[in-house]
């Protein structure tokens, strides 16, 4: 008879520990610790040769050929997987309530069931109310089945008695299995829940699409384990007021990671926008001092974006130093060598820098837009709207070059612009029509041009 191995789990956490504490010794919240028994067997392992063992191949023996993915039709959606969804992966998808999280999978499950079976599983609603959503938004397939359950092990059964090539869970917070006794939602029943559904995926090959809620923090809610336990995890992010959604993929393991796939949301569900340079660019007339218009690049995608900043008199005794959408601590460093190598002191003024539309850029080529818009706020000089600017600043005020440089050059001169200011290094072997590019290595000379 197999011994019982008693231990306790952090529902906050997913901390583990052998007796049971008033608090978790490793995130500090109290009555956390719940109870997690699973029998070990105390005999010596028993050999596992046979048929049923599972046997080792080398890499020259695996197949190369790849398995094809599956187009749900909804092109930003496929774009951030990295091109459809891979038969047995497993994708987590989080974000805020209300965003739009079931509505995007409800319609790619429509879209999907047309061509292979596909259940929707909801732990939030009744078959009913997914049905009645599902005709507000226009969907008509007749193929998707819906089924209402929060026991793992049923909608499971019912995905292998249907068939089901796809598997949708909406959502992992509302899941239980008879693994663990804990009540729905702890950090226990996630993580056994999500494994559950992971080992299913794997042995079945079916693609699972799994909904997450998130904490205050913005953070997928439940152990954190259970980032890695999937193979894709897909963030839901919008400015509030804002009817434009982004899904960012923070993993992925078939894809690029930080891909992003931009939404509007509209009364017959989520539309994808397939220019999303176009909305993120509000610029106004005329020119106004403090407007730099920028190429990021988001995964594999080059992405125009403004980038605003504001110079004021310090309004207190230390001069403020914010950044929205920009590391605050790449700004104090940009101003330091703005100051040494341009001649600019920003020492008694405030200084505020914001990306439009809520993007957030992560990479250093919003280096160089960033000093001019700062400069152009101070001066009150407006940057022309035909120029695009790249680039990152070295310490020393070199303007060093950023990767892919010809394709963020390509995208501004498909976008209108006439004129743009990279890096020497970035400077395209062959002319680009109707762009001009002003080439500069150091930070002086790339303040002369801007202007």
Partial sequence: MAKAKVSYVCGACGARTPQWQGQCPACQAWNTLELAASALSMRPVPDRGGPGRAASRTVT???????????????????????????????????DPGI???????????????????????????VRQVA???RRLGLGSTTLRLL??????????????ARASILVVDSIQTMHTELSESSPGSAVQVRESAARLVRYAKDTGTAVLIIGHVTKEGLIAGPRILEHMVDTVLYFESEPGSRYRVVRAVKNRYGAANEIGVFAMAEQGLREVRNPSAIFLSRQEPAVAGSVVTVAREGSRPLLVELQALVDDAQGVSPRRVAVGFEA????????????????STSGQDVFVNVVGGVRIGETAADLPAVVAVLSSLRGRAV?????????????????????????????????????????????????EGLEVLAVGRLEQALAAAF
Avoid: M, W
Wanted: aromatic share 2%.
């Fill in 61 to 95: 023996e695996v197949s190369e050929e790849t398995e094809p993915r599956a187009v749900s039709g909804i092109g930003e959606l496929d774009r951030v997987l990295g091109g459809g969804l891979v038969a047995g992966s497993v994708i987590l998808l989080g974000g």
């Fill in 384 to 432: 022309p709207h035909d120029v695009v600017c790249f680039g990152e600043l070295g310490l020393t005020g070199e303007v060093r070059p950023v990767p892919f440089g010809d394709e963020r050059l390509r995208e501004a001169a498909k976008q209108g612009f006439r004129r743009a200011l990279v890096p020497a290094a970035n400077a395209p072997r062959r002319a680009i």
């Fill in 329 to 344: 601590s790449r700004l104090a460093l940009l101003l330091a060598v703005l100051h040494r190598h341009g001649g600019v």
């Fill in 132 to 134: 009645l959503r599902a």
């Fill in 100 to 126: 739009g999280k079931s509505t995007l999978l409800l319609q790619a499950a429509d879209a999907l069931s047309r061509e292979q079976p596909v259940l929707y599983a909801s732990g939030e609603e009744s």
């Fill in 148 to 161: 209402a359950e929060t026991r793992v092990e049923s909608i499971v059964a019912e995905a292998i008695a």
